[in-house]
Nanobody
Framework: QVQLVESGGGLVQPGGSLRLSCAASGFTFSRYGMKWYRQAPGEERELVAH???????NYADSVKGRFTISRDNAKNTVYLQMDSLKPEDTAVYYCNALWITYNYWGQGTQVTVSS
């Protein structure tokens, strides 16, 4: 059974940091490109960061220099380190795994940036 379980979300003040984790099971994690998306209320889901199976990373312009995506294939886990958080980063963050036509999603974790 395929599972992607996100954790690490919460309430943080502007300028603060959070580290999201996404634990994967039920598939060969190392083959998959892993992505973090986010969706704010009333907005479309947007791609935040991507890491390939080989470790190449890409970021949305809005988070470049503040967020870092990484993966640990031994732990079947992908991370999103979020620093210098802004109120506009408030959203539900989703983990995604993609390989060929195999496309899996987590349930999401809420991140709220507010004073």
């Amino acid at each position: 059974q395929v599972q992607l379980v996100e954790s690490g979300g919460g309430l943080v003040q502007p300028g603060g940091s959070l580290r999201l984790s996404c634990a994967a099971s039920g598939f060969t994690f190392s083959r998959y490109g892993m992505k973090w998306y986010r969706q704010a209320p009333g907005e479309e889901r947007e791609l935040v960061a991507h890491i390939t199976s080989g470790g190449t990373t890409n970021y949305a312009d809005s988070v470049k220099g503040r967020f870092t995506i990484s993966r640990d294939n031994a732990k079947n886990t992908v991370y999103l380190q979020m620093d210098s958080l802004k109120p506009e980063d408030t959203a539900v963050y989703y983990c995604n795994a993609l390989w060929i036509t195999y496309n899996y999603w987590g349930q999401g974790t809420q991140v709220t940036v507010s004073s």
